[in-house]
Antibody, heavy 118, light 105 residues
Framework: EVQLVESGGGLVQPGRSLKLSCLAS????????MNWIRQAPGKGLEWVAS????????YYADTVKGRFTISRDNAKNTLYLQMTSLRSEDTALYYC???????????WGPGTMVTVSS | DTVLTQSPALAVSPGERVSISCRAS??????MHWYQQKPGQQPKLLIY???NLASGVPARFSGSGSGTDFTLTIDPVEADDTATYFC????????FGAGTKLELK
């Protein structure tokens, strides 16, 4: 059974940093591109970043480019999102999602909440 | 960014047919996908590449369209289908529609 479990969320002050993790199981992690997608409270979905299976290709939404870094450790079956210079508008539930060819997302984790507030 | 426009809400009776639309601001070929999200849960893939049913999804769900206009159809609607439905394009960097909240009468 495919499982994705995010962790690392919490309350953080504006301008500070936070690192999210997503532990994958039930599939060969190193064969799949992975993504971070976020959802502000009561709002829609916003794609944040994607990374290819071997980390060769990395893409970011303009809203986080230069502040967030996506990475992965295939030996640990883990996806990461390093977030710096956090802003109130980064407050959201952050999901990790497995990507299929065609860049759609066939499995999602339950998410980890990030709240940016002083 | 490619903007996806969905109607905000629909209300239907169980057993009826419902069509949820998604219009893209530019052509996305067939790279349109649909997700269902119930309150407090993560999104679930329903349809990929416009018309392909995801694994385990009931055949009551179907998708159609290409270019800029796409439709998710549920026929017949069941009580468990109460949820918000999002479209997503992947012709360019992924973007999502704002979601259509489906309520049952």
């Amino acid at each position: 059974e495919v499982q994705l479990v995010e962790s690392g969320g919490g309350l953080v002050q504006p301008g500070r940093s936070l690192k999210l993790s997503c532990l994958a199981s039930g599939f060969t992690f190193s064969n799949y591109g992975m993504n971070w997608i976020r959802q502000a409270p009561g709002k829609g979905l916003e794609w944040v970043a994607s990374i290819s299976s071997s980390s060769s290709y990395i893409y970011y939404a303009d809203t986080v480019k230069g502040r967030f870094t996506i990475s992965r450790d295939n030996a640990k079956n883990t996806l990461y999102l390093q977030m710096t210079s956090l802003r109130s508008e980064d407050t959201a539930l952050y999901y990790c999602a497995r990507q299929q060819l065609g860049r759609y997302f066939d499995f999602w984790g339950p998410g980890t909440m990030v709240t940016v507030s002083s | 960014d490619t903007v996806l426009t969905q109607s905000p809400a629909l209300a239907v009776s169980p057993g009826e047919r419902v069509s949820i639309s998604c219009r893209a601001s530019e052509g996305v070929n067939s790279y349109m996908h649909w997700y269902q999200q119930k309150p407090g849960q993560q999104p679930k893939l329903l349809i990929y590449k416009a018309s392909n049913l995801a694994s385990g999804v009931p055949a009551r769900f179907s998708g159609s369209g290409s270019g800029t206009d796409f439709t998710l159809t549920i026929d017949p609607v069941e009580a468990d289908d109460t949820a918000t439905y999002f479209c997503q394009q992947s012709w360019n960097d992924p973007t999502f529609g704002a979601g259509t909240k489906l309520e049952l009468k």
